[in-house]
């Protein structure tokens, strides 16, 4: 087995985030879960944006997050996404190629960029509404094998189980990693993702995932009926590693019967939660690819989730290596 090339490279949507902020009686009005994401079309997508206050746009999707993290962090990365030739696909492109990240998918003529009208309520927690345009016809032929062959870890984005050519790809890019010699990891996304998805995700995580990322109500959305401490339970009997966010709670890092807490990072004031798993799996991603102990790799995650949340998007604003090495962290590789 070769050294790898990157050391994390995500599959998932590329999508360009409208962010803006609202009250809980507009979610109400809207009939949008507070703090969950839900697909919406044009129609939809248009009447929320046309009742919203002022927005903010910035390039976005989970893995994209996570990826851009990755490079704040000093790792080498790359993302695998589908965007439209037009002004969004233009943004998006932009935007991660400016973070450092490795970004070859070409634009579909005539295709449409995904886009998610994120609404943040006055206590931090964000809502997500997300047009899904050209994602949704992601498939294996969007796959770059040799990106994915070099790539330490090989990061899936859960989402882009919501159409069948995503789910397709995905068991391609396992088979890919795994003729490699490299790992793979899957985060599960949302609690409603993990609802529409439950019996394909169990299926898919045991037949070849190394690392799953979930937060506690993804995690007991997976286990209906079960508790935290028995859904972790039950995660550490599928996989080797499971990485459980818990917001404020911290994580719990599940090695089969074996389980670590790490404390959250302390934030002044949450601004916006929107990215907060996003970018804690970029802290763990990195650690892990660089050999750091479990513990330690969830530490540069809460580090990184802290960032995060201080500011509105999605997308680092200090630099999270500078961040690191002021906190004490030691990277090697």
Same mark, same amino acid.
């Given at each position: 087995?070769?050294?790898?090339?990157?050391?994390?490279?995500?599959?998932?949507?590329?999508?360009?985030?409208?962010?803006?902020?609202?009250?809980?009686?507009?979610?109400? /009005? $809207?009939?949008?879960?507070?703090?969950?994401?839900?697909?919406?079309?044009?129609?939809?997508? *248009?009447?929320?944006?046309?009742?919203?206050?002022?927005?903010?746009?910035?390039?976005?999707?989970?893995? +994209?997050?996570?990826?851009?993290?990755?490079?704040?962090?000093?790792?080498?990365?790359?993302?695998?996404?589908?965007?439209?030739?037009?002004?969004?696909?233009?943004?998006?492109?932009?935007?991660?190629?400016?973070?450092?990240?490795?970004?070859?998918?070409?634009?579909?003529?005539?295709?449409?960029?995904?886009?998610?009208?994120?609404?943040?309520?006055?206590?931090?927690?964000?809502?997500?509404?997300? $047009?899904?345009?050209?994602?949704?016809? $992601?498939?294996?032929?969007?796959?770059?094998?040799?990106?994915?062959?070099? +790539?330490?870890?090989?990061?899936?984005?859960?989402?882009?189980?919501?159409?069948?050519?995503?789910?397709?790809?995905?068991?391609?890019?396992?088979?890919?990693?795994?003729?490699?010699?490299?790992?793979?990891?899957?985060?599960?996304?949302?609690?409603?993702?993990?609802?529409?998805? /439950?019996?394909?995700?169990?299926?898919? *995580?045991?037949?070849?995932?190394?690392?799953?990322?979930?937060?506690?109500? !993804?995690?007991?959305?997976?286990?209906?009926?079960?508790? $935290?401490?028995?859904?972790?339970?039950?995660?550490?009997?599928?996989?080797?590693?499971?990485?459980?966010? /818990?917001?404020?709670?911290?994580?719990?890092?599940? +090695?089969?019967?074996? /389980? !670590?807490?790490?404390?959250?990072?302390?934030?002044?004031?949450?601004?916006?939660?929107?990215?907060?798993?996003?970018?804690?799996?970029?802290?763990?991603?990195?650690?892990?690819?660089?050999?750091?102990?479990?513990?330690?790799?969830?530490?540069?995650?809460?580090?990184?989730?802290?960032?995060?949340?201080?500011?509105?998007?999605?997308?680092?604003?200090?630099?999270?290596?500078?961040?690191?090495?002021?906190?004490?962290?030691?990277?090697?590789?």
């Amino acid at each position: 087995m070769t050294a790898p090339r990157f050391d994390v490279a995500g599959i998932g949507n590329a999508i360009v985030d409208i962010i803006g902020r609202c009250d809980d009686a507009f979610l109400e /009005r $809207f009939g949008a879960a507070k703090g969950g994401m839900r697909l919406v079309d044009t129609d939809a997508l *248009m009447a929320l944006y046309t009742a919203m206050g002022p927005g903010i746009e910035i390039s976005g999707g989970s893995a +994209a997050n996570t990826i851009a993290g990755i490079a704040s962090l000093g790792g080498s990365a790359s993302f695998i996404g589908k965007i439209g030739d037009d002004e969004f696909g233009r943004i998006f492109a932009h935007d991660i190629a400016a973070q450092g990240v490795a970004f070859q998918s070409r634009p579909v003529a005539g295709g449409q960029t995904s886009r998610s009208l994120i609404l943040v309520t006055p206590d931090g927690e964000r809502t997500m509404n997300t $047009f899904l345009g050209i994602s949704t016809a $992601f498939e294996e032929a969007d796959l770059d094998a040799d990106v994915i062959a070099s +790539a330490g870890i090989v990061y899936l984005e859960g989402y882009l189980f919501d159409a069948p050519p995503g789910k397709a790809a995905f068991r391609r890019a396992v088979e890919i990693a795994r003729g490699a010699g490299r790992k793979v990891a899957l985060t599960l996304s949302d609690a409603f993702c993990v609802d529409r998805h /439950r019996d394909e995700f169990l299926e898919f *995580m045991r037949s070849g995932v190394d690392i799953v990322f979930a937060n506690e109500s !993804e995690l007991v959305s997976l286990y209906q009926g079960a508790d $935290f401490d028995a859904a972790a339970a039950q995660i550490g009997a599928e996989v080797p590693l499971a990485v459980l966010t /818990r917001s404020a709670k911290g994580c719990v890092v599940v +090695a089969g019967p074996s /389980r !670590e807490a790490v404390p959250a990072h302390h934030v002044d004031h949450v601004v916006d939660t929107t990215g907060a798993g996003d970018l804690f799996a970029a802290g763990f991603l990195f650690g892990a690819a660089r050999g750091l102990p479990n513990a330690t790799s969830a530490r540069l995650g809460a580090m990184a989730a802290a960032e995060i949340i201080s500011h509105i998007g999605a997308r680092p604003e200090a630099n999270l290596a500078a961040l690191a090495r002021e906190a004490g962290f030691v990277v090697t590789g």
